[in-house]
């Protein structure tokens, strides 16, 4: 009994000592929890990250719906893994994080995050909101490193192996590049701005392509192939119109919106032709040609042939529709309508030489009394009449006997509305007859010089206005040739009369004043806008006069008007100081010029002749054949006036009657060059006209 007792008290102590161990090896295990848990998240949302691996030591976990992580087995040695797609991995050590230690719980929490590393998105045409594929799409970062990708069939891509900052940039054929900064971001959609435009251009009346148009799109262009297709590449965000422009074609401007391709129609607005006698079939080597919306209209292009041998011509800028006038010296002014692919390449113009009478502007005033020269013109070979616009009476030279819309007119009150002169130019119309306005320029218009005494010659001593007093009571005053003021005001008063029907204005007295005394003191005694020396440099005197013309002849011609000049006789001879007047100098700057070589102004002995007033017909001969000589090869004709009045003041008065007239005029007509004659007669009573001058028509 004793020994048994001792084995129970040995094997109960056992079993105490061996209670005390467990004891103590589960106190000691207590220092590790026993369960690691947490949430990851994601570093830039702060969302739970689902299906994350989780691994610590040899135990595994994959985060639920809430991104949460439950691990067992682990140790503070151990290193937390998490990896996750799209996600940079993660390998965080656990030795001394100080959420594990210092804690006997049995559950300790570690929460952490994941960077993402990945970048979605589409990429989108910015015009049609169609996907874009194939577009390369960059990532750039850490200055070296790229990783790169294309869209697919959807406009989609994906980058992985990103940082969390870098640079994206978009590349596709057809489309303006893209770059964007990028920082924390997971998605990114991109719209691409299409950079191209194609298409055909094609004639409008033919319907074929428009070989070598130019298509400018802002800074960029291309010009089209042998069928009319081009394309434009490189086209920048700012660009807004489309320009088409080729040769021979109206230019197309349009705003560019947001298209891709666009086909265009051009419309042939370049008239390429000849111009050819009618009768003859030769080329007309002299013309303006020009082309308006109205008629009458001021050109909207134009262009002058001067001795063009083949009569050819090339009209830029034609107007869809409008009027093609020629106007060409010795021919009729022919005016063709302009209609859409219906403008003839090839024009014939008619010889026309104009047999005119002048009247007065008092004449033209009285209609009753103009009525008497309208029907002597419709009976006889006479054609046209020539209406002085400026008053030619002594009392108020240079008034314009209508109601002109010059702004220097009304600004001077230098008109009065005597005359309808749009109403009197479509009577004569109506009626068959050429009409000629004409215009006193430097001389005989004391009206305006009177308004700007500033605009005329002045006598450099006193300050006065320089005049010619050839009678009692007359007085002549003269506006300054270089004054461009009174260049503008004529011109403006031409273009007018052209615009008001007219077919032709003249300008006269288109001249210096002669000077009788010594040459040198021309410009030193008289006052000019600026300085003349008629004996060391007279060359200046003459492109004064041909400067003027130049201007009047272009814009007179561009109202739809020929333009003519009077010149004084002798100058059939030669250039003439100090009027300063050349009929060669002068030939390239009008359409006619009219010489004044009236048989009771020449001298004696002039043309060898002992009395040249009683000699009307070889005075007109000899002054002729010197003229058109003057003037040959130059672009104007020669068309004279004729003396149809009797000049008291001749070496020798001779009554000027039938005879006489018809004299000059047979003398004139003997020379098939010259294109016409006019009649003068100041007090326009013209007795040779009348009197059976001028034949009866046929």
Sequence with gaps: MIRRGRVYSVQRGFTTL?????????????????????????????????????????????????GVFSVTRWSNRDTLEVRAPQYEALALPLAGRPELSGTNALTVTLNTSLRP???????????????????QVLATFDVTRTLTTTTDLEGR????????????????????????????????????????????????????GVAGATVQVGDVRAQTDASGTYRVTGIAADAVTVEISADGYATLSQELGQVTALDAVLRPDTL?????????????????ILATTTFPGTDVTFERIVNREDGSFTLPSLPEQGYLQVLSPGYRTEIIPIEPGNVPTEIALERFRVKALYVTSAVASVPNLLEEYIELIERTELNAIVIDIKSDLRDDLGMIYYDSQV?????????RPYIDMPA????????????????????????????????????????????????????????????????EYNIQLGVEAALMGFDEVNYDYIRFPDWFGPRAEFGEKLLFSEPLDAVNNPGRMFEVITEF?????????????????????????????????????????????????????????????PSPVEEPYKVLEAANAAGLKTIEGEYARLRPWLQDHTDPWSYKVVRYGPVEVRAQIDATEKFPEIDGWMLYDSANAYRGAFGGAARVAP
């Design 18 to 66: 061996l209670f005390l161990l467990l004891i103590l090896v589960v106190v000691g295990c207590s220092s590790t929890p026993a369960t690691l848990t947490g949430v990851i998240t994601d570093a830039y949302t702060g969302e739970p990250v689902a299906g994350a691996l989780v691994e610590v030591g040899a135990s595994t976990s994959t985060t639920s719906d809430e």
């Design 157 to 208: 891509y994906t980058l992985s192996g990103l940082p969390e900052q870098f640079t994206l940039a978009v590349e596709a054929e057809n489309f303006a590049a893209a770059s964007e900064e990028i920082t924390r971001t997971t998605a990114f959609d991109l719209n691409l701005r299409p950079n191209v435009l194609a298409g055909t251009i094609t004639d409008r009346y033919t319907a074929e």
């Design 549 to 609: 013309m130049d201007e009047a002849h272009r814009a007179v011609n561009g109202s739809g008007a020929k333009m003519s000049i009077c010149v004084f006789g002798r100058v059939v001879l030669g250039g003439s100081l100090t009027i300063a007047q050349d009929m060669q100098l002068m030939g390239n700057y009008t359409d006619y010029i009219s010489p004044m070589p009236y048989p009771s102004l020449w001298w004696p002995g002039a043309f060898d002749l």
């Design 424 to 487: 009197l130019v479509q009577r004569l119309k109506d009626r068959g007859i050429y009409t000629i306005a004409r215009i006193q320029l430097f001389s005989h218009d004391n009206v305006l010089s009177d308004a700007r005494p500033e605009w005329s010659i002045r006598v450099r001593e006193t300050g006065e206005v320089y005049a010619d007093y050839p009678g009692p009571g007359i007085r002549y005053a003269y506006l300054d040739p270089t004054n461009r003021n009174v260049w």
């Design 117 to 135: 590393n990945s970048l979605t998105g589409v990429v989108l045409d910015e015009f049609t909101g169609t996907p874009v594929q194939d577009a």
């Design 407 to 415: 702004p220097l007119a009304r600004e001077l009150n230098l008109s």
């Design 272 to 288: 390429r032709g000849r111009l050819i006698d009618k009768d003859s079939g030769q080329p007309i080597v002299n013309a303006a």
